[in-house]
């Protein structure tokens, strides 16, 4: 059964307010209505008294915030309780840039603005020193790539708690339309950190460039002896078994070969390359369902795409258009109309709730999500 919202009447206008630590100066964050509150189905997990975040019946949802994608972060928010089982037992763990400064909103702001939305919200925010990566990162196509918080996946074993056995990484411009207790249930076998669709059609050699590819030491070499051969995964959607990562060290795994892109230049990305030097051929493949990726178009035009053929559990909008940013355009894409029906977002000068989500679109009372074929 799914999760049952348990108001749909009056959803409440939120005026999110920038409380400015220690003085003023930061711009107020967007303003959001408060979502529908959800409830957990028959047959969900008992909460362990007392346990917090260290309960084993939790799904563990890892994501950044900042305030260029809250808008995203908010309706990937809202479609993943709407479509979850047990909307009660999903504990969120977002990582936001430390501090704030130069006008931007710190954890406190972000915070304030997350439990505005969703009074009864489990989750925790944890800040992120972008110095930890600033000095490993090179420049990339797009200048968007190479924001410090791009890199944050990477510390998730060191920032989340060491009782969180595994978590979700979902980037903010996704949307869900199925039970992401269903991903959260693949499993991983001894061998694998990582579990993510694959897409071994793709042309993996041009994510790296022809000095990576004619250095002896480099090119197929890396790759030898894996599991399998090396496909391109989109790290927007990952389940991480975040003990075997700390164990193996994959983090400074992954900050090796940054160091060595800055010496030769290896791959014209940002964060993706690293992950397929450490993991390509050893990810553990996840139903394509779970990333229908590639709908913010390509990185330089942002050209609208359709979905792929199959089934469809997480629409995601990686690339360079955004949704709410061409839906404000007044150019969207037609499946950002999919992602409007969870936009929170009120704009400015609008005083009423008009600009709430629509109530019918993918909604889960009217066909489980999991037969969803387009």
């Known amino acids: 059964m799914r999760g049952c919202p348990a108001m749909w009447a009056g959803?409440?206008?939120?005026?999110?307010?920038?409380?400015?630590?220690?003085?003023?100066?930061?711009?107020?964050?967007?303003?959001?209505?408060?979502?529908?509150?959800?409830?957990?189905?028959?047959?969900?997990p008992?909460?362990?008294?007392?346990?917090?975040?260290?309960?084993?019946g939790l799904v563990h949802i890892a994501m950044t915030?900042?305030?260029?994608?809250?808008?995203?972060?908010?309706?990937?928010?809202?479609?993943?309780l709407k479509h979850a089982s047990c909307p009660e037992s999903i504990f969120f763990h977002f990582l936001a840039a430390d501090g704030g400064g130069g006008g931007a909103p710190g954890?406190?702001?972000?915070?304030?603005?997350?439990?505005?939305?969703?009074?009864?919200?489990?989750?925790?925010?944890?800040?992120?020193?972008?110095?930890?990566?600033?000095?490993?990162?090179?420049a990339s196509v797009r200048a968007a790539l190479e924001a410090p918080l791009n890199y944050a996946r990477n510390y998730l074993?060191?920032?989340?708690?060491?009782?969180?056995?595994r978590a979700i990484y979902l980037d903010s411009d996704v949307l869900a339309v199925d039970d992401v207790r269903r991903l959260w249930e693949t499993r991983l076998p001894a061998a694998a950190v990582v579990a993510a669709p694959e897409y071994c059609h793709a042309n993996f050699s041009r994510y790296f460039t022809e000095t990576f590819w004619s250095d002896p030491q480099l090119g197929d070499?890396?790759?030898?002896?894996?599991?399998?051969?090396?496909?391109?995964?989109?790290?927007?959607?990952?389940?991480?078994?975040?003990?075997?990562?700390?164990?193996?060290?994959?983090?400074?795994?992954?900050?090796?070969?940054?160091?060595?892109q800055k010496e030769k230049r290896i791959y014209e990305l940002g964060s993706l390359p690293p992950f397929l030097l450490v993991f390509a051929g050893e990810v553990e493949a996840v139903d394509h369902r779970w990333n229908q990726h590639g709908l913010g178009g390509d990185n330089v035009l942002g050209s609208c795409r359709p979905l792929h053929k199959g089934p469809v559990s997480l629409m995601h909008w990686s690339g360079k258009g955004k949704p709410w940013d061409?839906?404000?355009?007044?150019?969207?894409?037609?499946?950002?109309?999919?992602?409007?029906?969870?936009?929170?977002?009120?704009?400015?000068?609008?005083?009423?709730?008009?600009?709430?989500?629509?109530?019918?679109?993918?909604?889960?009372?009217?066909?489980?999500?999991a037969a969803f074929s387009w």
Do not use: Q
């Open 11 to 44: 959803l409440v206008v939120v005026g999110v307010v920038a409380l400015v630590a220690g003085g003023v100066g930061a711009a107020p964050l967007p303003r959001f209505a408060e979502a529908p509150e959800y409830r957990n189905g028959e047959g969900c």
């Open 65 to 80: 915030l900042d305030a260029h994608y809250l808008r995203g972060s908010m309706a990937a928010i809202y479609s993943l």
């Open 157 to 165: 074993a060191d920032l989340l708690p060491k009782c969180v056995p």
């Open 46 to 56: 008992a909460a362990v008294a007392g346990a917090g975040v260290c309960d084993p």
């Open 326 to 369: 061409r839906l404000d355009a007044g150019k969207p894409c037609p499946l950002d109309h999919t992602w409007k029906s969870y936009d929170l977002y009120i704009a400015e000068g609008d005083s009423s709730s008009a600009s709430v989500p629509s109530r019918t679109a993918l909604s889960s009372s009217a066909l489980p999500a």
């Open 221 to 260: 070499r890396v790759f030898a002896g894996r599991r399998r051969a090396p496909c391109y995964f989109n790290t927007g959607v990952m389940v991480i078994d975040l003990r075997r990562w700390r164990v193996g060290n994959y983090r400074r795994r992954i900050e090796l070969w940054m160091e060595m």
């Open 107 to 138: 954890v406190e702001e972000l915070r304030s603005a997350v439990a505005a939305s969703f009074p009864s919200l489990r989750f925790e925010i944890y800040p992120f020193r972008a110095d930890a990566v600033t000095g490993l990162i090179s």
